[in-house]
């Protein structure tokens, strides 16, 4: 029988078959980067406008910068403040300090999901087996980053400009286009650091601890850097150290643009190099391939659970203690200064704390411990929700094993490290604080560390209440009452805001301990909600079909 | 009435508008091996995601061993042993690790049987299962089934990404579970494999299941394919009865017979055969009659009548 001769050659789907790649990871990268960029732009509008709604006068702005403006504490938290007695200098030193550790954590790990992930996930091998090469495929994922990176700039930078038109701010528009550049520089330098990492780690989990570990030692330096003298230099080896150095609006510092686009610029050309040589799924690093078998917690779904989280767990415990750490041991000269000054403590009063020196002080920054406790919180919710997507809990539930019961060994082990980090949190700080002589008791650091456990148990429970009837929305929903909450509670009571909308922040339930004492009967309730939200969502669990990606 | 390994009863699922599986009767008896074939999308695996209690049924039940599927699932599984047909397992787990793992969720576990399915299947539990092939993983989670000596195995494509060896390998420790008294319900749709290895084959067809039979009975209803190679002249078989189909090739005839093949042979037998060669139709056979008259009504055996 004759063959029949093709009738017609393939035809051309779209334009550019090379560029598949490019648009894929644009698309996604470009939808993260405008979520964000509403949140930075959320951020920089709030706190221009809430310091001006708060300190009306010179006068207080004035007080209000001799207070910040020579605090060696806050210059570590946040970096050095300068002409804070403007409405301009604050927001820039502000946004600054917090947006770029934020947009250096969204970089890493959009960079790693859209790579690494990618790849462990298995699409990026049917992308490369097509027209193109695994270095191509990689510039292209790149560009892609990169337009992520710009939706990110250019949401920030219509914002700011559009605020600082407002008389009372005053930034004009070419500081207001640099100081969106200063706000992305971290968030481009770490999408570069998480394609890097990519290429040298085994998995998507390694590549964003990788990534992870050069960020915390970045801030570390520059922490360093801003709060020891005759180690200001070490601020010019640190990507953070640059982004300070940038000092947008007050000095604008264009040179301090050279390390960070020769930064970025040597990691995306390594990152194309390696991805050329190295095979596909395999890693540059040695991945460890075979590994004695430990099965000692492999008897049952809690035990796997425990195996399966550990490794998250245990780093987010050591940050959440290295924190913890470094805040006592700020916390005396912190408050000193705090209650040497009215219009500080004026300033603190607003974010609903009272109290003297050193309390006062942790009662404001136990808030960034509760949002750290909050994010495991939603990550085990997230990893949950990953296990039933990626089809291995199927490899349970054929067995003779109860949704509820693999559900169960999940939220114990993830209620288990939330208390563990919670206590941590409290020792490490009265660590560090009796290092400095604080005299804050251990007793009232304990309970201010068992009171941040609670905030993270209402997220949990949002997260297996969407596990239950929305599986898809999981992450949404866990991440988004975390930076929901986060963000109300930080500007809602710079700006006033309506006491309905500041009841939706779970860090606004919170009692700011130690400033004050914990309000137990809160945080019961609080557990209570979340608890019975993990039941619901529980047996919604066990009444569903199972649901893939 | 004796209590079946698989009993469904108006089974069905809808998703939005598609009717995945329709109204699916089916019984499976303790010890019998049972192939279930259908192109890809035909349902197999919602049958199968139902059986197994994964997803929840629109209409009608499911059965395993007298347990209910969704009410009584954690009992049921206690008999069943299931390998999927894309093996998604813990990346950062060893594959000792693993078959540890799900060998204490199961319950019971033959080690020596595991010992000697590991070498059957060469394959090395110390590696970690993000460095495993797609082939290696689908060996790790049949073993981790096969250990079990579950009383019914369920299987889904199991045999994906196996290599010859090894899909004999695979057939081998089929035939020894059947000696063993085991119940298996191979989904599949390499058509070699069921035929070796089934008792009963079931066809589905977008969600209807529309033939069940054993294979003597589906070729039974079908028809029987004679190849005669004469010596002198070509007598015309066009009219004899029950014979469809006639090919001439030279000196050679093709034909297809339907039910007794005695007016055949009788005027064959009053020429000079050469050669006369008959053959039953290849499950390929079957199966493409019934995918093939796509224009057949549904439900209705295409070649029955």
């Known amino acids: 029988m004759p063959v029949d001769a093709p009738t017609r050659a393939p035809t051309r789907e779209g334009r550019r078959p090379g560029a598949v790649v490019a ?70 030193w502000r946004s600054l300090g917090v947006l770029s550790i934020v947009g250096a954590v969204w970089g890493l790990l959009a960079g790693s999901r859209l790579l690494r992930g990618e790849e462990d996930a298995g699409r990026w091998e049917v992308l490369v087996a097509g027209q193109t090469t695994r270095r191509r495929a990689t510039g292209q994922a790149l560009v892609g980053l990169g337009a992520g990176a710009a939706t990110l700039w250019t949401l920030t930078a219509i914002v700011t400009t559009v605020v600082g038109r407002s008389a009372k701010v005053h930034i004009e528009a070419g500081q207001a286009l640099f100081f969106a550049l200063s706000l992305v520089a971290g968030a481009t330098m770490f999408l570069a650091v998480g394609a890097l990492s990519s290429q040298l780690a085994a998995t998507r989990r390694q590549a964003a601890a990788y990534g992870g570990a050069l960020l915390g030692l970045s801030y570390a330096l520059r922490l360093v850097a801003d709060s020891t003298s005759g180690f200001g230099w070490l601020r010019w080896v ?33 990152t194309v190099w390696l991805a050329g040589r190295r095979d596909l799924g395999a890693s540059v690093l040695p991945d460890r391939a075979s590994a004695l078998a430990r099965t000692r917690l492999l008897s049952g779904t809690t035990g796997l659970a425990v195996r399966l989280a550990r490794p998250t767990l245990v780093g987010w415990a050591a940050a959440i203690a290295l924190f913890a750490l470094v805040i006592g041991f700020i916390a005396k000269a912190a408050g000193t200064v705090i209650t040497s000054s009215s219009s500080a403590e004026h300033a603190i009063a607003r974010l609903g704390v009272s109290g003297t020196g050193a309390r006062l002080f942790l009662g404001v920054t136990f808030l960034m411990v509760a949002l750290l406790v909050a994010l495991v919180a939603a990550g085990q919710a997230v990893a949950a929700r990953t296990e039933e997507a990626e089809g291995q809990l199927d490899n349970l539930l054929v067995r003779p094993v ?5 559900l169960a060994g999940r939220l114990v082990v993830t209620a288990t490290a939330l208390v563990i980090s919670g206590g941590l949190a409290g020792l490490s700080t009265w660590l560090g604080a009796t290092s400095q002589h604080s005299h804050v008791g251990l007793g009232d650091l304990v309970s201010a560390g068992a009171n941040i456990v609670p905030p993270a148990v209402c997220v949990l429970g949002v997260g ?60 019961a309730v609080m557990v209570a909600i979340g608890v019975a939200m993990a039941a619901v969502g529980g047996l919604a669990l066990a009444r569903r079909d199972l649901q893939g990606n | 009435m004796d209590v079946k390994a698989i009993r469904t009863e108006g089974l069905s699922k809808r998703y939005g508008s598609v009717d995945a599986l329709s109204d699916l009767d089916l019984e499976v008896a303790e010890g019998e091996v049972v192939g279930y074939l259908g192109p890809n999308g035909a349902g197999k695996t919602t049958t199968i995601r139902l059986l197994l209690g994964l997803i929840r049924p629109t209409r009608g039940r499911a059965e395993i061993f007298g347990l209910d599927s969704q009410r009584q699932a954690v009992e049921a599984h206690r008999r069943v042993a299931y390998v999927a047909g894309e093996a998604n397992l813990w990346p950062s787990l060893t594959g000792a690790e693993t078959l540890h793992l799900l060998g204490r969720v199961q319950g019971r576990v033959d080690s ?67 000696e063993q008294g085991q119940t298996i319900f191979l989904s599949s749709h390499i058509l070699s494999e069921v035929e070796a290895l089934c008792d009963r084959v079931g066809i589905l067809r977008d969600g209807v299941l529309i033939d069940m039979g054993t294979l003597a009975e589906l070729r039974h209803l079908s028809s029987l394919t004679v190849e005669a190679t004469f010596d002198g002249s070509v007598p015309d078989l066009s009219r004899v009865p029950g014979v469809s189909s006639v090919e001439y090739d030279g000196r050679v005839v093709r034909c297809q017979v339907r039910g007794s093949v005695e007016p055949l042979l009788q005027v064959l037998a009053a020429s000079s055969v050469h050669e006369l060669l008959s053959r039953e139709p290849s499950l390929e056979e079957l199966f493409l009659a019934h995918y093939g008259a796509s224009t057949e009504p549904e439900g209705k055996p295409p070649n029955a009548g």
């Not at chain 1, 109860?402 to 693999?406: E, L, P, V």
């Not at chain 1, 939706?504 to 301990?513: D, E, K, L, R």
């Not at chain 2, 082939?135 to 299987?155: C, E, F, H, Y």
């Open chain 1, 238 to 270: 640190s990507p953070l150290g640059w982004v300070e150095e940038l000092e947008p609006v007050v000095a604008q510092r264009a040179l301090a643009l050279l390390p960070i686009a020769g930064f970025t610029a040597a990691l995306v050309v390594l």
């Open chain 1, 402 to 406: 109860h949704r509820a019961s693999w």
């Open chain 1, 464 to 523: 297996v209440l969407a596990l239950g009837f929305w599986p898809r929305a999981v992450s949404t929903a866990a991440y988004g009452l975390v930076a929901w909450s986060f963000l109300v509670d930080l500007i809602g009571g710079l700006i006033g805001l309506n006491h309905w909308v500041l009841d939706t922040s779970v860090f606004h339930q919170m009692a700011p301990a130690p400033a004050v004492s914990v309000h137990w009967s809160t945080d």
């Open chain 1, 23 to 92: 648009g894929l990871t644009a698309r996604r990268a470009a939808r993260s980067g405008l979520l964000w960029g509403y949140v930075f732009s959320l951020f920089v509008a709030s706190t221009a406008l809430g310091y001006a709604a708060t300190y009306k006068t010179q006068t207080a702005r004035d007080h209000l910068a001799a207070t910040f403006g020579t605090n060696a504490a806050i210059d570590a938290l946040i970096g050095p403040a300068h002409q804070i007695q403007t409405v301009a200098g604050f927001t820039a």
């Open chain 2, 112 to 178: 020596a049987y595991r010992d000697e399915l590991i070498g059957r299947f060469d394959f090395d539990p110390s590696k970690k299962v993000r460095a495993y092939s797609k082939g290696n993983r689908q060996k790790l989670i049949l073993i981790a089934a096969l250990m079990t000596r579950a009383d019914l195995l369920v299987l889904d494509e199991p045999t994906s990404g196996l290599d010859p060896l090894m899909e004999q390998a695979f057939r081998h420790s089929v035939h020894e579970a059947r």
